[in-house]
């Protein structure tokens, strides 16, 4: 596979396709993924750890922004900045266990560069380039609404702080999921403004919270540990798993806006390597299946595959997956037992 069928596959969008050609052609590209530390990661971060690791296949230099301060912006955690930072370690022995090679990658925390007058002056100036109007439509990355900024001002320096730690970083590449769109589409225009070069933004999907019922905005239907019974935790146990892949929405041949089937798409399938998706059921209900791609699994499903056949494949698989993370936190319990100590997570 060239790498910019790689950088793409599994994509919702790259803007542009053109100018990640072009960055390609540069010896050490540099590419970023910024993650607010907030509690427990649950599996839609496979999504992401599986881009990370092409983007280090194909030979980028890749930082994972920690933004320790910008969670504290939107509460949080309390809005206890020591309990951020501390979940930022936890989050990074997520990484290693999720399969990125932490010597590989560069994880920078924003309290690290908050006192450089020289990201204040980015903040200015991407802040002069940006109407209020503007930076208010950007307020989704945050999770938050428009009227929020009337509550709380330091809610309209976020999508001014994202987009100058993209300037900030020199990054070529700003990596996310559907989420961040606004705020790298801000990005790239104040670059025209400001004489910054306008990054490349790539985007991955979503995975839709397990009982939402149907895919209506993305962004508010998505995979949150804030809904813990719609989202699989990495730390969920295989029982647990199949409890939530029971209960998870699956409706009878319908495709578009079934968790289920995301899941099989976007964390299952990547992992097979060319093996197939094996459901296993008795012979009186019509023996093993095999499937060798999505698709054909998709259209099996649109044409009356069960769905508790399928749940329960996928329970399966989603278990396979969070093996390696079990076994890592065994091995390296200390910053994982640190937030449970403080309440950070159950």
């Keep these: 596979m060239d790498k910019i069928?790689?950088?793409t596959a599994h994509t919702e969008e790259v803007v542009t396709r053109e100018e990640l050609q072009e960055v390609l052609n540069k010896p050490t590209p540099r590419a970023y993924i910024g993650f607010e530390p907030s509690g427990t990661v649950h599996l839609g971060w496979k999504i992401c750890t599986n881009k990370i690791n092409d983007f280090l296949s194909c030979g980028f230099d890749v930082t994972i922004?920690?933004?320790?301060?910008?969670?504290?912006?939107?509460?949080?955690?309390g809005g206890d900045i020591e309990k951020i930072k501390l979940c930022g370690k936890y989050m990074?022995?997520?990484?290693?266990?999720?399969?990125?090679?932490k010597t590989k990658v560069t994880f920078v925390y924003a309290s690290e560069y908050v006192s450089d007058p020289k990201y204040w002056e980015l903040v200015l100036r991407t802040a002069k380039a940006s109407t209020v109007a503007r930076v208010k439509r950007a307020l989704d990355i945050m999770g938050r609404g428009e009227e929020e900024a009337e509550k709380d001002l330091s809610k309209l320096f976020y999508p001014a702080m994202q987009v100058s730690d993209i300037f900030y970083l020199n990054l070529d590449v700003a990596y996310g999921g559907m989420d961040q769109r606004h705020a790298h589409m801000l990005a790239r225009d104040v670059a025209k403004k400001i004489?910054?070069?306008?990054?490349?933004?790539?985007h991955t999907p979503l995975l839709t919270g397990l009982q939402a019922g149907g895919r209506m905005n993305?962004?508010?239907?998505?995979?949150s540990k804030s809904k813990p019974d719609s989202m699989i935790s990495i730390h969920d146990s295989p029982e647990e798993v199949h409890s939530k892949m029971k209960k998870a929405y699956c409706p009878e041949k319908q495709v578009e806006g079934n968790p289920v089937l995301e899941i099989c798409k976007f964390v299952i399938f990547p992992e097979l390597e060319g093996k197939s998706f094996l459901i296993e059921r008795p012979e009186k209900f019509g023996g093993n299946l095999e499937f060798d791609s999505y698709g054909a699994l998709a259209e099996a499903f649109e044409e009356g595959l069960h769905p508790l056949d399928v749940k329960n494949a996928t329970a399966q698989y989603v278990n396979e997956v969070l093996k390696p993370v079990h076994v890592y936190f065994e091995k390296h319990p200390d910053n994982y037992q640190q937030i449970k100590k403080a309440g950070i997570i159950q």
């Design 92 to 101: 990074e022995d997520c990484f290693a266990a999720m399969g990125v090679d």
């Design 5 to 7: 069928a790689q950088l």
């Design 195 to 202: 004489g910054r070069k306008p990054p490349v933004a790539l």
């Design 218 to 223: 993305p962004l508010e239907v998505k995979m």
């Design 65 to 77: 922004l920690l933004a320790d301060w910008h969670a504290y912006i939107n509460d949080k955690l």
